[in-house]
């Protein structure tokens, strides 16, 4: 099902650009609830950090008429790697070109995934450097633990929406070289969804079928680690008291074992803070998990049904009338 | 400081052999008051796992006259990648040839580090089976969830004594192509200790210097990880009530601020339980963080200081005398 | 809207007698599953307490034909406080005289609630004393922490249905003296639901309109408390792996906020595990917060819809048709 | 040992005036650091309290030339009670006579105990009523939930330092009717510590003999409670980056089984973050524990050793000259 020689090309993923029409207060939340810092500001964007993320972002803000995904990014592992896999993409015809960088990190190969999704690859990156105001007191950490709404750690994933999750599936694997370790198969011999990783996380992106099978890149979440499961309660307490919209838990999923909470940044797209525990994937040959129509009727791990919205909403939204 | 070119030939550090001139004894600390699972027994020793290990064993447990580790062993990326490693180790001239595998796990090369560690590297695996009354409620878990003792999930890392880490360290780097994150670099410009890597944990071998300077492949001590720091605590707990020798601890470490407790088990070797939270090692540059003797002084990282015998007991213990 | 005169005759509720239709099953699941201990056996009946609970039990599990509770106790605070309110009680007619006591406690007042559940006062009590194998490692603790399934703590709370919810309270408060600190008030004018203390705990009694306003001392639940919301997710876990049907949660209630989860045992009697956090009720004079109709549509604190169960499934079991 | 008949007179502790040399270094600690909220101020004291203290203040922080506690001060449980327990107070020839309140609270009645501490009780208050920015999302909440700092919770419990303790207890049982739920005898016979309450918090206030016997109403630490042992240690990580003095811990006491963390604010004073876990003192009839000089020489609850400042250090600070 997948190919057998793994690739080390991608390192892991490194930054996501949201676009939000409401900028000012979008960036309110990313920074006084969900915990982020501003490292930079030019033109339209904010770019933004969680506190133990090395690299001078992982959040690009970006005001814009609708929200939804401007683009999103691999760092590659090496130089040698980076034009290895430009090569292989370029070969699939979904390339762009190279781009010259952005503020945080240096060239880039631009390309897009099947359902139109913008995606870039690079290595030449900017290491942030914490201001003396936020010097961590531990030299191995990226910055100061701000103790600040919900402290959320590092970038930790991200799920698009997809027309077709069989061919997005192999897009990840044969021209990216990610690995898949769960998938959903319904009965009817459709593929409903699939995790891909790159790393020793369980996943590093993952992408469900798009409830209006429209090929418009859309983005389902981006997600953001904490350390414990107990913090992503706390998370929700927060954003109680903010009054962000709560979508569905704080819940176990069934599907990665990942503690989950997801909202919506009043940009109005969706942002998970979760915690995966322990959890890693270590096996070099892990078979991908497939579960069935069945399976995944019985809900989360607990038992909680999974919300209509969860399935049908993303960004930018798409409705009915539209479509 | 370390080799540019990154190896990917080694997936992860896969078990270790623990002498134990106390094998009952030992084998209940480790069912009852870890909460492991025994998986096989063969001979002298008996093959133990924590709850979400997916290879047949990551513990043996072999019955000797001393403490001290049998040998550790690693598990190739493929079968390439062990023929690769096993030809690199070769050439250092510490290779001790094929051997025949052992329950659990294929034909391995067997080796020593230059202070006489018994090491192994392997890919043929055997993944862990569990017999009806241990199937996992979740198909993605190697077993159900013991709910007993301190429940500890997977095994971490493993910590060495060194005549000479710098040795150690750069047989580490060259000879198996792992990374260093972390060390400590004394005023007189000897290395007290360094944290090496082979995946995206921000470690998994660590090694000090034996206070005996005895090059005999001495053993510091093997660490499993648990979900939160809450589950650390719990261990304490737990430890406290079955009269087990709690070294130090729970606090947490300033190097790689990993939440620790360290315990002695019947045997006589030491043993952690820990939790590193999300912190990961996603950087595929990362550069060593270079610790100073000044900043070891200040204790662990709250403040707490570390206790003699941290330094100078390992398995087979030394005496002065015996020096 | 409550008496004035706090009354100090109640020090605690202090165990409940659950009926069980599959007693092997029920214990079963109370030892293994929530980690109590059994302490003595009489007749049809177990006694189990958690590790922290000082009484010889907290909960006698009965033999049955039905599910249900058999009766609850609360313990006076001293022999002259249980004389009292056993007097208080018989001048309210609802009195049903003086019995002999049982395994653990000494002579004690029998009553009934306006809804006919039996209800007991006692104050002479037998305190736990562990056998060998159960000392605690501190003496400041009943019993050695078990470290065996959901490792429940201590008895917390109760819940009743009751057919009218004022005329219970007012049972509660004028009758036994307790303290009403939640309620919830219909926009027709009924009170749908209140919480009563008589401790620093925010809560010892809870009672809510019985669905099918049955005046037959239908019990909702009974609540064992652990130390952290951590512990409760912990709870969820192990209740997936041995198919105990979990029936919400975990989430947090907005009414008490305590983090809930709740359960059904194999007799059918609903469970719940659960964790208040550092919340206590100290105040003298708190006035009972009162939650409107509107407010408890906003579902639980983080936005969790209430299942309908939960509103209408008590034991004894009463189906639509019989009512 | 204890008097028999409880009293029920004083409903909590309610708050404690510390003095600081630094009052603006220590303002901002208790705000940015402990994460508490200011209510008020007047002359040269600022009020303060943990996000869920119901009433106006539990912290009174006043400038001085040196640090120390300027009074501490309970809640009695009606205006009848507190008249009672003045009476007492009055005839135990300690009392100082009735004083006109201060912001927060009404008349209160105001003594010393044999160790010259002043101390006060009263039992009109002002309830905390947050501005609009601070209103909480739940009802039952005294405020919205800071999300900054520790966010210590509410106020648990004062330790104090006597030159006898067994004089000192026997002033809070038999004067200020509080029951002994803990103390350390030492094998000459004198007692060492004792640890008293007046609600079902295991503790309200303790004492331990101070180490240059100085009847100056000496004061050792007053404590905040957060919810779980989780939130104490993040408290840990954010006094390391705020460069705050950790004197010892987190660690848990084997007397009362608290989780602790010690620092020092600015102004000097030793100021606690704990967590009872769901610990209580239910039991109306609960014996004291009593603590051998043997037991105690074992440390903390998992080994660790008393540091010595914990025994000498209090405020005002004694030097060894000046005693």
New interface residues.
């Given amino acids: 099902m997948k190919s057998t020689i ?1 690739s ?1 090309d991608l ?2 993923l490194a930054h996501v650009e949201l676009l939000t029409p409401k900028p000012d207060e979008s960036l309110r939340f990313f920074v006084d ?1 969900m ?1 982020m810092t501003a490292s930079g500001k030019e033109g339209n964007s904010v770019y933004l950090r969680g506190w ?1 993320d ?2 001078y972002h992982t959040l690009k803000l970006t005001a814009s008429n609708a929200a939804g995904m401007g683009h999103m990014a691999f ?4 130089p040698e790697a980076l034009q290895h896999r430009a090569a292989v993409i370029e070969e699939s015809g979904l390339g762009r070109g190279w781009v010259d960088g952005d503020l945080g990190h240096g060239s880039a190969y631009a390309f897009t995934t099947p359902d139109g999704h913008n995606l870039e690859i690079y290595y030449e990156t900017q290491w942030y450097a914490p201001p003396p105001g936020l010097k ?6 990226a910055q ?2 701000p ?4 402290n959320v ?2 970038l ?1 994933h991200m799920n698009l929406l997809t027309a077709d999750v069989s061919i997005l599936r192999h897009f990840m694997e044969d021209v990216l070289g990610l690995r898949t370790t ?1 998938m959903i198969l319904l009965d009817n011999g459709r593929e409903a969804g699939a995790w891909v990783t790159t ?3 369980t996943y590093d992106v993952a992408f469900t079928e798009d409830h209006y099978r429209a090929a418009i890149g859309r983005f389902h979440h981006v997600t953001y ?6 913090d992503v ?1 706390r998370a ?6 903010h ?1 962000v919209h ?1 979508e ?5 999923h ?4 990942t ?1 989950f909470l997801y909202v919506y940044e009043p940009g109005g797209n969706r942002v998970e803070v979760a ?6 994937m ?3 040959d ?1 078979q991908p ?1 497939v ?1 069935t129509e069945t ?1 995944r009727k019985l809900g989360q ?4 049904k999974t919300v209509e919205s969860f399935h049908t909403y993303g960004t930018p939204p798409v409705t009915d009338e539209g479509e």
Same sequence: chains 1, 2, 3, 4.
Avoid: C, M
Wanted: net charge positive.
């Fill in positions: 793994r080390f390192a892991h609830v915990g133990d090395y690299e760092r590659a592992t090496s961590p007191a531990l030299k191995n950490q100061r633990f103790a600040r709404g919900a750690r590092r930790d769960e790393t020793n996380k680690a904490v350390d414990s499961r107990e309660l929700a307490d927060i954003f109680l008291e009054g709560i569905t838990g704080p819940h176990k069934a599907v990665q074992q503690f915690s995966p525990g322990a959890r890693l270590l096996a070099p892990w998990v579960w399976e791990a607990w038992g909680l």
